[in-house]
């Protein structure tokens, strides 16, 4: 009580100081924070809940017993040391494996009182309090590293001794909170960021901050102060539908820090701000289901990698926003990648798949959940013909912008699965370590540019860096779904038109069609980038893959004398390999005139009649 009393009377005397309005606010609902430690993202009150769960649901019972063997495991490792490595030679990895023990080692201590695993999370915590710094320069190790301590204070308070409390204690006041605050101010550098880092920086200190805000008032209101302007105005990335314009992986990850920041924010003071009412964020869970395919591979556009990782934020916003169908995508994914057990354990916060889940029931085959879905602002659109069903259809294509964060010069890509394979694919980022990659050299790499990808390209050239390209029509229903962009800007000075529609029809067939044209005579050519064998019929308008003992094919309807050729994808070094990868072809060289050309995907036992072609502004459902 005693904590308490001292908070409202500095709420008081902090009220008719000079300190800026936000931090008068902040400071005003720190009069009602938690009194007492934990008081983070779960409190001790709802753990009962999670240990019936544990023992009688099955699902949950098997992720306790591999948290657990994870567990095991780290004890008998030494704590991490400061070292700077990594692709882009950071603590960021540090950073991360310090984030994932200790908060595993926590949580699990919180729900069995097995006191060796709370010993070895306070060895990892002090050790990391020692380091000379936890790298400012590359804020996000900042962040995650006070996140780390930050929740580790804050489950284990009661386990820590004063001495051990007052040592991290003060390091995620030197090391994270006044570097944060020094970098949210008005010409701080963390002020004027507009991506995934808002959410992580401002998440990842405001759980440190939450942590000790008993303790260190003053420093916990002003960082929550100086966190709530950009956080509001990042939340205006989620309107109107819930897309994110970085793309599926690092929505993952900003959504994670944004959904700590609020549970926390919720947890410790009950209250987000309001900051959970905007605009599609309640929508945003959405997006995250319908970016992953039958095969559980994301539509990896720009710096992504087509395998998905678990997304316990997830279980948060099925609460929260009472859609059910979130949990059941988070559960369904949790199983497909616990049978990979490696990334099951690289997935720091895979405590929260328990501590915020719920008992399973339904199944997304029995949701209801609609086939086909865009996302206005971000330009993207995604179909498939069944969920929950490896042989499924899958479509995700993309318009958007090329000045997204984290995008390549890629509009009009798609990326394509069925009969259990993925047909198209995004190769997706290269290496961060590569020399100008987020810098003058971005563009010269093959992954990065207009080749690289499941487009057009017009004279061997990349799209314009400028270049945005909305979605002009879109229709799903139970006969197939379809989608047409115009993607006229992304060559401003060799096409007068481009429009690019794609369609999937009953039977699982997928139609791709443009249509161009030119300003000028330009080399046109369609690239389609896959890992299956190609064979290649004789007159060159059908190619056949396969992969394993899957097959696929696509056949050119339009224009005459088109043929697919096929061309092994080389990068040279150091650029990843892309070796076992073709790019299917179709080169119209020196082309002046408008022309439409249109390609059937489907299964080569597809009998069913040549699909009718329209103009794409009468396309129709």
Not at 132 to 138: E, F, L, Q, V
Not at 157 to 179: F, H
Request: with cysteine; aromatic share 10%; hydrophobic share 40%.
């Amino acid at each position: 009580m005693m904590k308490v009393f001292w908070l409202a009377v500095w709420g008081v005397l902090l009220a008719n100081s000079g300190f800026s309005a936000e931090n008068r606010l902040a400071a005003g609902l720190l009069e009602n924070l938690r009194p007492s430690n934990p008081r983070l993202l779960i409190l001790d009150d709802q753990l009962a809940r999670v240990r019936e769960l544990a023992n009688t649901d099955a699902n949950a019972r098997q992720l306790y017993r591999q948290l657990q063997t994870q567990a095991e495991k780290i004890l008998d490792e030494p704590p991490l040391t400061y070292v700077i490595g990594g692709p882009e030679h950071t603590l960021l990895e540090v950073s991360r494996e310090v984030e994932g023990r200790v908060w595993l080692l926590a949580g699990l201590y919180r729900l069995n009182g097995d006191r060796r695993l709370a010993a070895r999370a306070r060895d990892e915590m002090l050790s990391a309090a020692g380091f000379p710094d936890w790298y400012p320069k590359h804020f996000l190790d900042t962040a995650e590293m006070t996140a780390a301590l930050g929740v580790g204070y804050d489950w284990l308070y009661d386990y820590l001794s004063p001495a051990e409390r007052l040592t991290i204690r003060q390091a995620i006041v030197t090391k994270g909170l006044d570097p944060g605050i020094a970098g949210l101010s008005d010409k701080g550098r963390l002020a004027r960021l507009h991506n995934n880092w808002v959410q992580v920086c401002n998440g990842g200190l405001t759980l440190g901050a939450l942590a000790i805000a008993g303790e260190e008032p003053e420093k916990a209101a002003e960082l929550i102060g100086r966190t709530r302007a950009p956080m509001s105005k990042i939340m205006e990335l989620f309107a109107p539908d819930g897309g994110f314009e970085e793309g599926p992986v690092y929505w993952n990850y900003a959504t994670a820090y944004n959904v700590f920041y609020l549970a926390g924010l919720e947890s410790a003071l009950g209250t987000d701000f309001g900051l959970s009412a905007a605009k599609g964020f309640s929508s945003t869970g959405n997006y995250r289901m319908q970016t992953i395919g039958p095969l559980g591979k994301c539509a990896n556009f720009g710096d992504a990698a087509e395998q998905i990782s678990i997304a316990p934020q997830m279980l948060w916003l099925a609460g929260k926003f009472h859609h059910p169908e979130y949990a059941m995508h988070e559960r369904a994914v949790a199983r497909l990648t616990s049978l990979n057990r490696s990334n099951m354990e690289s997935s720091r916060f895979a405590i929260l798949e328990l501590l915020w889940n719920s008992m399973s029931t339904g199944s997304l085959a029995e949701a209801a959940l609609p086939t086909g879905a865009k996302f206005d602002r971000v330009a993207t659109v995604f179909m498939r013909n069944a969920w929950e069903d490896t042989n499924a259809v899958f479509v995700g294509f993309k318009g958007g912008s090329n000045h997204s964060s984290h995008g390549h010069l890629d509009l009009g890509t798609f990326v394509l699965d069925a009969a259990g394979e993925r047909w198209a694919l995004d190769l997706g980022a290269d290496s961060y370590g590569l020399p100008g990659y987020f810098g003058a050299q971005r563009w010269n790499y093959y992954r990065l540019r207009t080749e690289g990808h499941n487009t057009l390209t017009v004279d061997d050239q990349n799209e314009d860096l400028n270049a945005a390209a909305p979605l002009t029509q879109f229709a799903s229903g139970t006969n197939g779904s379809l989608a047409v962009a115009d993607l006229k800007a992304a060559y401003p000075q060799k096409l007068a038109d481009w429009q690019r529609g794609i369609k999937l029809l009953n039977g699982g067939r997928v139609l791709l069609q443009d249509e161009v044209v030119p300003s000028k005579p330009a080399d046109i050519t369609w690239n389609f980038h896959t890992r299956a064998a190609i064979t290649i019929s004789s007159d060159g308008r059908e190619a056949t893959l396969v992969q394993g003992n899957a097959k696929w094919m696509a056949r050119i309807l339009t224009p005459e004398g088109a043929k697919f050729e096929k061309l092994s994808v080389q990068v040279s070094l150091p650029q990843r390999s892309t070796a076992g990868m073709w790019n299917l072809i179709i080169r119209r060289p020196l082309t002046e005139s408008p022309m439409t050309m249109a390609v059937l995907f489907s299964s080569p036992d597809d009998l069913a009649p040549r699909p009718e072609l329209r103009p794409l502004n009468r396309w129709e459902p």
